[in-house]
């Protein structure tokens, strides 16, 4: 089976930077995988690692370390529109593609 | 940008009815699938479709589901005989490569 682990929610000002960590633990493993989801609508797909090291995409970076079953998420900049829930998501070795969420972290940025 | 369109958006039914979701995912993928969101809860996956079958289910995906690809552009979620614990929000994905999943709008189901 598989355990992800994020925190519940995480607050911080319009222009700073957030990470949002994530931690999981998983019997194979084959991609971790970053979502933003705003209230009522669909997952959108921010990044995914397979490797380690940090992927760089615009404001947003994921990082991934596969030996301490560890991920983050950093959000630079932060707009108001960054507002939202960011889900962790594995997906394991023998799978077709299956994703195992986290519960989310919601991310409120204040004025 | 191309994206996965579902219909509808919101399905009413009563308990004991038959419903069926409908995606159409992005036009070059291979590999679709189906999650859903109950209201407050986690994102839960319940099947995946390659080469015009399932490839994996969840324990969810019991008896009273199915899924169909009926044609080149649909894919299909059915739910025989829904019940109180159905009501959800229903999501269909498409990937190129198994990887990267691209969500649709989602279906929100409720169950009378």
């Known amino acids: 089976g598989q355990n992800i682990d994020q925190p519940t929610e995480m607050t911080a000002t319009e222009g700073a930077i957030v990470q949002i960590n994530c931690t999981y633990q998983?019997?194979?493993?084959?991609?971790l995988f970053w979502y933003q989801q705003h209230a009522g609508e669909a997952p959108t797909f921010l990044s995914y690692n397979v490797l380690d090291g940090l992927e760089e995409k615009g404001r947003f970076s994921s990082f991934l370390s596969r030996s301490k079953g560890y991920s983050y998420l950093l959000l630079k900049e932060l707009q108001m529109k960054d507002s939202a829930s960011y889900l962790c998501a594995v997906r394991a070795t023998d799978s077709w593609g299956k994703l195992q969420f986290g519960a989310g972290t919601q991310v409120v940025v204040t004025p | 940008e191309p994206e996965v369109t579902q219909t509808p958006s919101h399905q009413v039914t009563q308990m004991g009815q038959e419903v069926i979701l409908r995606c159409v995912p992005i036009s070059n993928h291979l590999y679709f699938y189906w999650y859903r969101q109950i209201l407050g809860q986690k994102v839960e996956f319940l099947v995946s479709f390659y080469n015009n079958e399932i490839s994996e289910k969840s324990e969810i995906f019991d008896d009273q589901f199915s899924v169909e690809r009926p044609d080149g552009s649909n894919f299909t979620l059915k739910i025989r005989s829904t019940k109180l614990e159905d009501s959800a929000m229903y999501f269909c994905?498409?990937?190129?490569?198994?990887?990267?999943?691209?969500f649709g709008p989602g279906t929100r189901l409720t169950v009378t």
């Open positions: 994905a498409s990937s190129e490569s198994g990887y990267e999943q691209y």
């Open positions: 998983t019997s194979g493993f084959n991609g």
